[in-house]
């Protein structure tokens, strides 16, 4: 609940439009907070991937439902922002996902012979959460 109030009143300030918020927000605010965004995002994706590798009960089930509905939901969220069209927020929100999410986390996933420090998670784990992000 906190989460979608945070998600809304965000989206509301960045709609007002006036370029000395935006600047402030670019300059303050915007780096941390899509930081912590993109490694929540991640974070979730290595527990779904967890949830994946450890024997099938009904607790682990809905777990992994959760975790899929709240990928689906941050891809959600992250489309609303680009959707805003403030070149310099989606500029900064790009670079933290491509370079911190989505080419070291699900790109570098799909070929299991690479050797990466970065965590891994299964080929069809991969393939389903990017085809989530192609999907919005």
Not at 15 to 44: C, M
Not at 93 to 101: A, K, M
């Amino acid at each position: 609940m906190v989460r979608i109030a945070v998600r809304t009143l965000t989206l509301n300030v960045y709609k007002v439009g006036d370029e000395a918020i935006i600047k402030f927000i670019h300059d303050k605010t915007a780096a941390p907070y899509f930081s912590n965004l993109v490694w929540f995002i991640g974070n979730n994706v290595l527990m779904m991937e967890r949830c994946l590798r450890t024997e099938a009960t009904h607790l682990t089930r809905n777990k992994l439902e959760s975790l899929v509905a709240l990928h689906l939901d941050d891809m959600h969220y992250v489309h609303d922002i680009m959707q805003l069209q403030m070149q310099s927020l989606n500029s900064m929100l790009c670079e933290h996902l491509l370079n911190t999410l989505l080419i070291p986390l699900y790109v570098y996933s799909l070929d299991p012979s690479l050797k990466v420090d970065s965590p891994q998670v299964s080929v069809k784990c991969a393939l389903f959460l990017l085809s989530q992000v192609f999907l919005i």
